[in-house]
């Protein structure tokens, strides 16, 4: 049963090059990025961090070194939810979602269901550059104060 969040939460979007994302990248300054999610949650006082990936997905960067998800350790770390809302092989196929840019908004209407499905008024929401414009449109579109913090996060 998905619930009506419209009007009663704040998401804040973050877009990267996904190697930030990835706990151990050997292509990018992760760490630096999760000293920056870290304290832009804290200030934020979010209570949801949330991210376009999978556990598949973090399987399938092992080898450019990765080792976890950053979002999910800032998560922890902080004591708030965490959600994977990026659908896996498996559920692509099951929904019917291609691959490659033609399904791309499909797969950004499946974050939004996963985002409505729990319980949280401040969300932290990491995804890839490419997606933010059209998934800060969709959650506009849907009544949420959606917040681009940045469209592609560097380290500075």
């Not at 090059?17 to 992760?30: F, K």
Request: overall charge neutral; aromatic content about 10%; proline content about 3%.
């Amino acid at each position: 049963m998905l619930r009506d969040v419209r009007q009663r939460v704040t998401v804040h979007l973050i877009g990267l090059n996904h190697g930030y994302q990835l706990r151990g990248s050997s292509e990018m300054d992760w760490a630096a990025f999760d000293a920056y999610l870290f304290h832009f949650c804290r200030v934020e006082k979010t209570d949801l961090v949330a991210e376009e990936m999978s556990e598949e997905g973090l399987r399938l960067f092992r080898d450019e070194g990765a080792t976890g998800s950053v979002p999910r350790d800032v998560a922890m770390r902080l004591g708030v939810r965490h959600l994977f809302c990026d659908p896996d092989s498996v559920e692509r196929t099951r929904l019917g979602i291609p691959s490659g840019k033609e399904g791309w908004a499909a797969r950004e209407r499946r974050w939004w269901q996963k985002l409505r499905e729990v319980n949280f008024t401040r969300c932290a929401f990491v995804l890839g550059a490419q997606h933010v414009d059209r998934f800060a449109t969709l959650l506009a579109s849907e009544g949420i104060d959606a917040r681009t913090e940045s469209k592609n996060w560097e380290f500075p």
